[in-house]
């Protein structure tokens, strides 16, 4: 049954494909319409926000970096947290964003979260391209993992479509999430292993910090470009897991409400 029911979605969203591109298009001219630095802001966040971790945390709070410079330490693993933050704020607020459209015409509503997260594939790879800048400054060997960075970003993104299905179905109907949003996504910030290592983690909670998706992808992403450091397959396949976990829930609740999307939007 959910062989066919996914295999129905499929279907249904490779009919409407060129509506993807519209989306995401649309969301990324949004996004740098009018502005005066354009594209250069998908750089300017990671960087910025790398340099106030490294002052703050590495400087100050001597927070350790398994024996890497701060800087890569903080900026590989905010290059693919800023892609699923703003993925997730994008996805999680779109059906409201869109409740013109909603109202108007019929299209598969699951595009607007799906198209939420394509769109911060842009920055992403934009951002991407600084680290390899960073790599050479602290003369860090560029190895065959690095191969293995864009591939992660799938993981992430399911992810990001999961959780961002989740708040926008809630969105519809209680637009309190609209706010906790902002506050939720603070929180997962501190709670993954952004700003501090895995390791200083005591070894009884390391296995529940496996249960956010996000550590294992976000330390295969570190791994991936580090050759000082190996992938936690053990910790990325438990990640991969509930990742897949939350995308289920996500698809099921969306379908499960999206016919009263027109109604209360």
Same mark, same amino acid.
């Not at 971790?53 to 970096?65: D, E, H, M, R, T």
């Not at 529940?208 to 330390?219: V, W």
């Given at each position: 049954?959910?062989?066919?029911?996914?295999?129905?979605?499929?279907?249904?969203?490779?009919?409407?494909?060129?509506?993807? $591109?519209?989306?995401? +298009?649309?969301?990324?001219?949004?996004? %740098?319409?009018?502005?005066?630095?354009?594209?250069?802001?998908?750089?300017?966040?990671?960087?910025?926000?790398?340099?106030?971790?490294?002052?703050?945390?590495?400087?100050?709070?001597?927070?350790?970096?398994?024996?890497?410079? %701060?800087?890569?330490?903080? %900026?590989?693993?905010?290059?693919?947290?800023?892609?699923?933050?703003?993925?997730?704020?994008?996805?999680?607020?779109?059906?409201?964003?869109?409740?013109?459209?909603?109202?108007?015409? %019929?299209?598969?509503?699951?595009?607007?979260?799906?198209?939420?997260?394509?769109?911060?594939?842009? !920055?992403?790879?934009?951002?991407?391209?600084?680290?390899?800048?960073?790599? +050479?400054? $602290? !003369?860090?060997?560029?190895?065959?993992?690095?191969?293995?960075?864009?591939?992660?970003? #799938?993981?992430?993104?399911?992810?990001?479509?999961?959780?961002?299905?989740?708040?926008?179905?809630?969105?519809?109907? $209680?637009? !309190?999430?609209?706010?906790?949003?902002?506050?939720?996504?603070?929180?997962?910030?501190?709670?993954?292993?952004?700003? $501090?290592?895995?390791?200083? #983690?005591? &070894?009884?909670?390391?296995?529940?910090?496996?249960?956010?998706?996000?550590?294992?992808?976000?330390?295969?992403?570190?791994?991936?470009?580090?050759?000082?450091? &190996?992938?936690? +397959?053990?910790?990325?396949?438990?990640?991969?897991?509930?990742?897949?976990?939350?995308?289920?829930?996500?698809?099921?609740?969306?379908?499960?409400? &999206?016919?009263?999307?027109? !109604?209360?939007?």
């Amino acid at each position: 049954m959910h062989i066919a029911l996914a295999n129905e979605m499929v279907q249904e969203y490779w009919k409407y494909r060129e509506l993807f $591109y519209f989306f995401v +298009w649309r969301d990324i001219k949004i996004r %740098y319409k009018q502005t005066v630095l354009g594209a250069t802001w998908a750089i300017l966040k990671p960087v910025v926000t790398m340099i106030v971790f490294s002052v703050v945390f590495g400087n100050l709070a001597k927070i350790p970096s398994d024996g890497l410079p %701060y800087p890569i330490f903080s %900026y590989s693993a905010l290059v693919p947290w800023t892609f699923f933050s703003v993925a997730l704020s994008n996805a999680g607020n779109s059906l409201v964003n869109s409740a013109h459209l909603i109202t108007k015409i %019929y299209f598969p509503r699951a595009i607007l979260p799906i198209s939420g997260v394509l769109s911060g594939l842009f !920055d992403f790879f934009i951002a991407s391209i600084v680290l390899i800048g960073l790599m +050479w400054h $602290y !003369d860090i060997q560029v190895t065959w993992g690095i191969l293995l960075w864009p591939l992660f970003v #799938i993981p992430l993104m399911v992810v990001a479509v999961g959780a961002g299905m989740i708040f926008s179905s809630l969105n519809v109907r $209680y637009r !309190d999430i609209r706010y906790a949003l902002g506050f939720i996504i603070q929180l997962w910030l501190f709670v993954t292993p952004i700003i $501090y290592p895995t390791s200083i #983690i005591p &070894e009884r909670f390391q296995k529940f910090t496996a249960l956010n998706p996000l550590a294992g992808i976000i330390e295969a992403f570190r791994a991936a470009i580090l050759p000082t450091r &190996e992938i936690n +397959w053990g910790m990325l396949g438990t990640s991969l897991i509930v990742a897949m976990i939350i995308l289920v829930i996500g698809i099921l609740l969306f379908r499960k409400t &999206e016919k009263e999307f027109a !109604d209360i939007v």
